[in-house]
């Protein structure tokens, strides 16, 4: 009963019940077309918001690089994912999002197990924003990483441009077999990206969201953000696929 009342009294759950609500209501009115439209509404909105839905539009993105072993190369190559501008950091001002933690983290042990440089990318995505390079380069420092092991790409603001910098930056150090880390469902998005700018690159997943045989109870059906927000990232991913693949 608990998860019950919190679905319904918080974001997105306490939408979804009202648009039901208002649907029934207006389904007992001609014409029932508006209440019909309240009631799709509802249902897709309901459905967005349940891990199972959001796990399955992720598991196309996520599963190919499941359980790849960790590849070899001379560079590792980070791409940002978001930061937190002006928040206050341990040894600064600016904090890594959750994605570009996850894909430091993940670069940083893979460029211990290698003993190679490593490459961070990413610019000023917004004006209103810091570029992301310099925060995560402040990181991996504090983490151990030699400074002058980390390499800041800050002038890329999306994924191809990460790759065209990044590449540029291989070809000026000698760098010719990079690993390229990001989360998991935007994997297929940068080799996407790498193939375009023609440098040939080895994936590595970070931050994987879903996984094989995962099991789900009755409390998965109650609509929930974190759903919400997964199904929201699967959908932009697949989007921004087909622009890269349009030229965009």
């Not at 019940?17 to 909105?45: M, N, T």
């Not at 960790?70 to 002006?86: A, Q, S, W």
């Not at 690993?179 to 994997?187: M, N, Q």
Request: proline share 7%; aromatic share 8%.
């Amino acid at each position: 009963m608990r998860h019950l009342a919190v679905s319904l009294f918080t974001p997105p759950g306490v939408f979804v019940a009202l648009l039901l609500g208002l649907g029934v209501l207006l389904l007992r009115r001609k014409p029932r077309w508006p209440g019909a439209a309240a009631l799709g509404i509802a249902l897709a909105s309901w459905a967005l918001a349940v891990p199972p839905v959001a796990d399955s539009l992720l598991r196309g993105l996520e599963a190919p690089y499941e359980g790849i072993p960790v590849p070899e190369g001379d560079v590792v190559i980070v791409l940002g994912g978001g930061v937190r501008t002006g928040v206050q950091d341990l040894s600064g001002t600016g904090a890594p999002s959750y994605a570009t933690l996850y894909r430091a983290v993940t670069g940083f042990r893979l460029q211990r197990r290698l003993k190679v440089p490593l490459i961070v990318s990413g610019g000023r995505v917004f004006e209103t924003m810091a570029a992301e390079a310099p925060i995560a380069k402040r990181l991996l420092e504090d983490l151990g990483a030699p400074a002058e092991g980390v390499l800041a790409e800050d002038q890329s603001r999306d994924t191809l441009e990460n790759a065209r910098e990044s590449a540029r930056l291989c070809k000026e150090r000698g760098f010719r077999s990079p690993v390229v880390v990001t989360s998991a469902f935007h994997l297929t998005r940068a080799l996407s990206a790498f193939r375009k700018v023609g440098l040939e690159v080895h994936p590595y997943p970070a931050d994987f969201l879903t996984w094989t045989g995962k099991r789900y109870g009755l409390v998965d059906f109650l609509p929930n953000a974190g759903a919400q927000r997964d199904s929201f990232v699967a959908i932009r991913e697949y989007l921004a696929l087909m622009a890269l693949a349009a030229g965009g």
